[in-house]
């Protein structure tokens, strides 16, 4: 199981982003500019959720995941498919993944959540002690937070 390791929620800028499109200081095109690069990458490799979107309420949420490190070369800032995740923490040393929520229907997107996976931070015991489960803590810890 994935430890802390580094992780960041962005969820208190995520409300006050809200709250100021709620109280007109910030307009919706402002905040619903997901580029089409983006929005492809939702459609192909994103996580649909259950969450609907914050602004258009109309569509449900999808959760991309970035990943940058230095051993990923060409492959840096790809999107990556949930199920892949684990397969790259049991083969490179370490590597950010960066969380990305975004509306196919209005364009909303925000950055959710940081975190590092890998080799190094696993535990005494070796990578089959949860390597699987690593990937998907975050997205069960995010859905147990949107039901509140």
């Known amino acids: 199981m994935r430890t802390s390791r580094q992780v960041v929620d ?8 809200l709250r100021d499109v709620l109280a007109g200081r910030v307009g919706t095109y402002d905040v619903c500019d997901a580029s089409p ?3 492809n990458a939702a459609r192909f490799h994103g996580e649909p959720t259950e969450q609907r979107c914050p602004i258009c309420r109309s569509e449900n949420l999808t959760h991309v995941h970035y990943i940058y490190g230095d051993e990923l ?5 790809q ?6 995740l ?3 923490a ?34 005494e015991g070796g990578p089959e002690q949860g390597v699987a489960e690593a990937a998907t803590a975050a997205t069960q810890e995010r859905r147990r937070e949107a039901q509140r």
Not at 11 to 17: D, E, G, N, P, T
Not at 79 to 84: F, H, P, V, Y
Not at 109 to 115: A, G, K, P, T, W
Request: hydrophobic residues 45%; glycine residues 6%; charged residues 20%.
């Open 90 to 123: 049991m083969t490179l040393r370490e590597f950010q993944v960066f969380v990305v929520e975004v509306c196919l229907g209005c364009d909303w997107n925000h950055l959710v959540e940081q975190f590092l996976l890998g080799r190094d931070g696993l535990a």
């Open 86 to 88: 684990p397969v790259l």
């Open 37 to 39: 690069y983006l929005k």
């Open 79 to 84: 999107a990556r498919t949930l199920a892949e």
């Open 10 to 17: 962005y969820s208190l800028q995520k409300r006050a982003v």
């Open 73 to 77: 070369r060409q492959s840096a800032g």
